[in-house]
């Protein structure tokens, strides 16, 4: 693990393998080892760099409020840091979130897009106000309720009764998560900008992936940004919830290497 300061924090990540840059973001409460099955793969032919955003992980939490935009302009100055000025970017869930705000602000930076199991829409009201709550309660009581209530979305059935290790993954990075960064995120993903009109505008190769069974941002959400996104390839991966990239790492594997190499 390495550290890059930026502002008044600093923020941790893995920067391994050589070739073109790739650079993963994690989701929602989670951290850079989300991506660890896939780092192993991509490195041979690849340099993959995994931060832990904002708030995550290793990495420290800032004071002032966070939104999507901050976590993308500290992913641009990891890039500075690293001397990286363009890369395929991908993300999955809230780290789709933040790759669809540094295209936004970062076009030219981009080689290529991957949105795993994300959605390009803004929070609801509805949603807004589940998020305060959610909010509040993790500051009182910690992540042990997240852990817990959010398992059942994140994997299928089957998986949740048949991998323990898998499930103790993630449970781990959840329960790992400091409070005051799940919270910060939770207000920055409730204050998130609709990226519906960008979808139009992406003009770099795109791969959209998510699991047929993933209840947080369903299929028909990456259906739109397929529809939407002038060069992009949509996957469904069968018999995965919103972690697909954990449940079905060989098949996520695959097409994610395909695509990158194919660039
Ligand atoms: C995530 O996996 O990043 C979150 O569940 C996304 C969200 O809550 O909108």
């Known amino acids: 693990m390495t550290q890059v300061k930026i502002d008044s924090i600093n923020l941790a990540f893995d920067d391994t393998g050589s070739g073109r840059p790739v650079i993963l973001l994690h989701g929602y409460p989670f951290n850079r080892t989300l991506w660890e099955r896939q780092v192993a793969v991509l490195r041979e032919n690849f340099r993959v760099i995994t931060p832990d955003l904002r ?35 991908g993300g999955l869930s809230m780290g789709g979130y933040v790759v669809l705000a540094f295209y936004k ?42 852990a817990h209530s959010m398992l059942p979305k994140l994997l299928t059935p089957e998986s949740i009764s048949t991998r323990p290790d898998l499930v103790k993954h993630i449970q781990d990075m959840i329960m790992g998560t400091k409070p005051a960064g799940a919270a910060a995120a939770l207000m920055a993903m409730a204050g998130r900008e609709d990226q519906t009109e960008l979808l139009s505008q992406i003009a770099v190769p795109t791969l959209i992936v ?15 940004m397929h529809e939407r996104i002038a060069h992009s390839r949509l996957v469904v991966l069968e018999d995965a919830a919103h972690v697909s990239n ?5 098949s996520f594997n695959g097409v994610l290497k395909s695509f990158c190499k194919k660039l």
Do not use: W, Y
Not at 122 to 146: S, V, Y
């Open 55 to 89: 708030g995550f992980g290793e990495s420290e939490t800032a004071d002032e409020p966070v939104t999507m935009m901050r976590m993308a302009e500290d992913i641009a100055r990891l890039m500075n840091a690293l001397d990286i000025p363009r890369a395929i970017i």
């Open 105 to 146: 602000q970062f076009p030219e930076r981009v080689d290529a897009l991957v949105l795993a199991d994300t959605r390009p829409q803004a929070d609801t009201e509805e949603g807004q106000h589940l998020r305060a709550k959610q909010r509040e309660q993790i500051l009182r009581d910690g992540m042990a309720e997240t």
């Open 210 to 224: 998510v699991g047929r069974e993933d209840p947080i941002t369903p299929v028909q959400d990456s259906q739109l």
């Open 246 to 250: 954990l449940e079905q790492v060989d």
